[in-house]
């Protein structure tokens, strides 16, 4: 494989760049290192389709992953904070199932770094669901026709949206929102 990886390196190089390019020589192992993750990147990606399709035909929702006053959600929750800390290594079940008082400080790091992860891969989940429910509902939209009206008006929409969030402007957002939804309201309702 190695010897296929440099021949196709080299004819890119050539091929792409010529001689003019500067010469960077990348050791083997970097070149296999950089098409293994290119691999696993692409595998991982397949991977969190099918996670996404399962939770979906098993009527989850981005939503329910959401923690709540009531406590509706604690179940769902603690389920799939319990299959992400099964990938974690023994050491670290048994790290996080230890009370936090009996803990030295670098322990208490350690775990606080693993409730951490644990909340990351929550929130990753979560994201892919409603990507995935974005997605079909954007379907189900795309079937309605819009007219070109209605798609300039959801744009100035997503403009008023994204100036509300905007921080260390150098311009008067006040003002220049107050200008795009005094365009929008100059144009006919849709």
Known sequence: MQSSVNELFDSFRYTLWGDTMTQVILSAATQEHIGKAILADATAKNRWVKAVDMLVSDGVKAVMLKATKTGENDKLRAQVKAIIVSTFGKAAQALLAK????????????????IQETGRYLSLIEGKLAAREAEEAGDKEAGEAKTELQKIQAKLDEVISKLTKLEDARFDVVQTIKNVKALKGSMPAA
């Open 99 to 114: 009370e936090t008082k009996t803990l030295s400080d670098s322990a208490k790091a350690e775990k606080r770094r693993l």
